[in-house]
């Protein structure tokens, strides 16, 4: 066991400990370490930044420590004016050098938490960064786990990780789970306003951990323990996966009933309790609503449970792509074509409407379907000039009046709202719209997924 400074010892250290830390966030002299700068990591980080705190940012990417460091930013999020700004006042550096977290007097653990190719959880960038932190934990430290994960790994997998120290949690070092609740893409909801979640090891990680996230979010909602903050967000996001599944279903069901689901949403939504609207499409994309449910029903297999809930809305969604396929092929035989050698336009291959991101994107599959089933096939997407499918590399083709008119069917996959889809319904032989982008509209040749 490491010899502690005086004032850290178990005995009457606390006091000191909370104003100490409480007195650096005050004035602001306090240093807060960021790992993992990616979509969850780097907002955060401006965030600490415009509050006035000094922020260190790591990284195991040499070009994004590099291109923070420029303030050049690589997250939609975030404007690189803000993080320019950030940089000449001093507020905001990034490194790649592990060793500088011992400057900081709290970590925060940004990191990526896949699945692996048989959908376990893999945890191993979050085993690799307590290890990295092992060496280097500082007495009086706050650690705080932001990356998504299952019920248990803050307190069964980090915090013995970092014990190996010698230093306990709790007492020498503080621990908490706070999950990140960011909504890419959105101008409406950021770190600030949307409320933080906080559950600490004990009431000390807690409160200090409450006290951090008070400085960057306008409210922070302190929860009884990390695992009851670690099964919030998982619930959060399996609520999202089974209510896409529910309405992708619905979808299905109205078409062949001839009813038009965005219609029954939009009525639906005019109830003003016990509903919430959510949209079918052609899948469900990004970093969290594929990924995150299988954490949790793979860790309730532990306790003899199984979360058919989880399994079936996976089901449906993940059967989406095919779906709108055998759709497309529908509505090319209504016109006199085959989906083989048609010439089809993908229009966005992002996860969702806005985003810069094509991680798990459910348009990614439709584009390796539809090349599968021999279509001559063309995407665009502002954000996303490169993709590779199945051994193909495509670019982003500009929207031009020749292409509109020249493809036989034009695929709106993700509906951003820089798209003029008037010019798009009226240029197009057939659109075939997976997001309801086109609802107000009536003309023969656009089908709706739904209608
Ligand atoms: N993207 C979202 O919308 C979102 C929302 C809420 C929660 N989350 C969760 O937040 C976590 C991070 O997700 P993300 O989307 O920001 O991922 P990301 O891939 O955008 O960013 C992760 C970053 O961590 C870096 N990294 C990996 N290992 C590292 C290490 N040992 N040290 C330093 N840097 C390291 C990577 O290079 C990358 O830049 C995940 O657990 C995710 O589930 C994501």
């Not at 250290?13 to 966030?25: A, C, D, Y």
């Not at 790591?58 to 070009?63: N, P, R």
């Not at 949690?169 to 503080?174: K, S």
């Not at 409160?207 to 409210?219: G, H, S, T």
Request: hydrophobic share 40%; net charge neutral.
């Amino acid at each position: 066991m490491r010899t502690l400074p005086r004032i850290l010892t178990r005995h009457g250290s606390l006091g000191t400990e909370l104003s100490m830390f409480e007195q650096k966030i005050k004035d602001k002299s306090a240093l807060v370490a960021i790992v993992g700068l990616g979509y969850v990591g780097l907002p955060l980080a401006v965030a600490f930044a415009e509050a006035g705190i000094r922020v260190l940012g790591f990284d195991v990417q040499q070009k994004r420590a590099d291109l923070v460091n420029r303030g050049e930013s690589y997250i939609g999020d975030v404007d690189s004016e803000r993080l320019l700004a950030l940089r000449s006042k001093g507020l905001v550096e990034a490194t790649t050098d592990q060793n500088r977290l011992r400057e900081a007097d709290a970590i925060c653990i940004c990191v990526p938490t896949p699945l692996t190719k048989t959908k376990d959880p893999d945890l191993s960038y979050v085993t690799h960064e307590a290890e990295e932190i092992l060496p280097r934990l500082k007495p009086g430290q706050v650690i705080i786990l932001e990356s998504t994960t299952y019920p248990g790994t803050t307190r069964q997998v980090v915090q013995p990780i970092l014990e190996r120290s010698g230093l306990k949690g709790g007492t020498d070092f503080y621990l908490a789970f706070s999950p990140e609740r960011v909504d890419p893409g959105s101008k409406k909801h950021s770190v600030k306003n949307t409320p933080k979640l906080v559950g600490g090891i004990d009431a000390q990680s807690t409160r200090l951990a409450v006290l951090l996230y008070q400085q960057v979010a306008d409210k922070v909602v302190p929860v009884s323990s990390p695992e009851v903050a670690e099964m919030t967000k998982v619930f959060e996001n399996v609520f999202r996966s089974v209510n896409i599944a529910l309405v992708n279903e619905l979808a299905q069901l109205c078409q062949n009933m001839g009813v038009s689901v965005w219609e029954v949403i939009d009525a639906a939504a005019t109830k003003p309790f016990g509903y919430m609207p959510f949209y079918p499409g052609p899948g469900v994309g990004g970093h969290c609503i594929p990924l995150d449910p299988y954490y949790l029903a793979n860790k309730a297999r532990e306790f003899d449970f199984h979360t058919r809930f989880i399994e079936l809305a996976a089901e449906i969604n993940e059967r989406m792509p095919y779906y709108v396929v055998s759709r497309i092929m529908e509505a090319l035989n209504a016109n006199g074509k085959s989906l083989k050698g048609a010439s089809v336009l993908v229009l966005g291959v992002a996860y969702k409407r806005n985003v810069a991101d094509a991680r798990e994107s459910p348009s990614m599959k439709l584009v390796e379907l539809l090349l599968e089933k021999g279509a001559d096939l063309k995407y665009n997407d502002p954000r996303i000039p490169v993709i590779r499918v199945g051994g193909h590399q495509l670019h982003s083709a500009d929207i031009t009046e020749k292409l509109l008119s020249e493809v036989e069917c034009c695929v709106i996959a993700a509906d951003h709202s820089s798209y003029d889809y008037e010019r798009i319904a009226a240029r197009s032989r057939l659109v075939f719209d997976t997001r309801g982008a086109t609802k107000e509209m009536k003309r023969r040749n656009i089908v709706r997924l739904g209608e």
